[in-house]
């Protein structure tokens, strides 16, 4: 206990951050470390681009938080800076239809809106091609967690029209970067037969750091976010371990902005290992907060139905589903389908004496953590 209570105490004009948002999930550092190889092989793709040529189509892998939109980023802001090339990075979390995401195309290459409606695909692909040859430039489309895409039926028709731009509209040159997150999702094997002929990728793929790997990056983004000798070792090492627990580089990045939170809240210089603790218990949902945001409405009210109706049988959650708000079985398997790779929920075949295999359908995390997060 110490003798001076006000000593190692803030005042209310102060802070333990010297630059908070250095601990933002989309933040691009200016260092990015352990990802030299990966890097490599993305400038090695996106290279003819710089030349006035398609750039090598590209597939990046890799589980979550892992570095793949951060060093999608990285390339694209550098390549921004160069005459002729055009990048646009698309969230299929959150444009998740061809439409979608081509309208978000057009947004970026003419810095306004298209109409919400009474404009066609097809003119709208139109005025996007005929823009890009009239002022001669090359567009990079990176299609950011392009699994949700899988999920709604459109990536074979969304990569087609880009692929396929060149032969539609002469002297057009698109490349695409897919990004994704789902490990047990085989991309090239759920295209197309008319996709898969001319979708030839490079794969570039992201492994989890390893613990030393992560105590680097973690103190480096420390070192810069928060004022001198504010995080310790012993701290720093416990958000390290908790973070490979997880496997998510975002929740250790997370969960030191939280902690530092905490140390002000109790008025302190310091981030102490009772600050780290006390921020796990959210940093660790950084995933499943992600993934609730991105939920349409019918979505979230089937998790909303599978927590109340948590490990019971499909059957009985979809009468409690259309219930609620009227859709049928084919919409509600089809969600079951998509909340299920996206990990909010888990469905397992099992067998019932007397009825056969039928699902059993269970949150995939704690009840009141997503229910919280809705």
């Not at 567009?139 to 074979?156: G, H, I, R």
């Not at 997370?254 to 006390?278: F, I, K, Q």
Request: hydrophobic share 35%.
């Amino acid at each position: 206990m110490r003798e001076d209570p006000e000593e190692g105490m803030l005042s209310w004009d102060e802070t333990v951050f010297r630059d908070e948002h250095v601990f933002e999930i989309d933040h691009v550092p200016e260092t990015f470390d352990h990802r030299e190889s990966q890097l490599r092989s993305l400038k090695y793709a996106l290279r003819p681009a710089v030349r006035g040529s398609r750039p090598l189509n590209t597939m990046v892998r890799g589980p979550p938080g892992t570095g793949k939109t951060t060093a999608v980023q990285k390339l694209f802001g550098e390549l921004g800076t160069q005459s002729g090339v055009r990048t646009v990075r698309v969230n299929c979390q959150v444009d998740s239809t061809r439409y979608a995401v081509f309208s978000r195309v057009f947004e970026h290459i003419f810095e306004y809106e298209p109409p919400s409606s009474g404009i066609s695909f097809k003119k709208l692909f139109g005025q996007i091609t005929d823009r890009l040859v009239e002022d001669d430039e090359v567009l990079v489309v990176a299609l950011d967690d392009v699994n949700y895409l899988f999920y709604e039926n459109e990536a074979s028709d969304t990569l087609y029209s880009l692929l396929r731009a060149h032969e539609a509209h002469t002297g057009a040159r698109i490349g695409v970067i897919i990004i994704s997150s789902d490990l047990s999702l085989d991309v090239i094997d759920e295209l197309d037969s008319r996709v898969q002929s001319v979708f030839r990728p490079e794969e570039v793929f992201f492994p989890r750091y390893d613990v030393n790997e992560i105590v680097d990056i973690l103190r480096g983004r420390s070192k810069r976010g928060f004022h001198d000798n504010v995080v310790g070792d012993p701290e720093l090492d416990r958000v390290a371990e908790l973070t490979a627990d997880s496997g998510d580089l975002r929740v250790g990045i997370d969960l030191l902005r939280r902690a530092g939170l905490h140390a002000e809240m109790r008025a302190s210089r310091t981030v102490d290992m009772e600050d780290v603790e006390a921020s796990y218990d959210k940093s660790k949902y950084v995933h499943l907060s992600r993934c609730l945001r991105g939920l349409s409405d019918p979505e979230r009210e089937l998790v909303r139905v599978v927590a109340e109706f948590d490990g019971e049988r499909a059957g009985a959650v979809f009468e409690a589903f259309n219930e609620e708000t009227g859709l049928g079985y084919t919409r509600y398997s089809e969600l079951v389908n998509k909340l299920d790779q996206l990990g909010v929920i888990e469905a397992r075949y099992t067998e019932i004496e007397g009825r056969g295999r039928t699902r059993a359908i269970s949150l995939a995390y704690d009840a009141d953590a997503v229910l919280d997060r809705l």
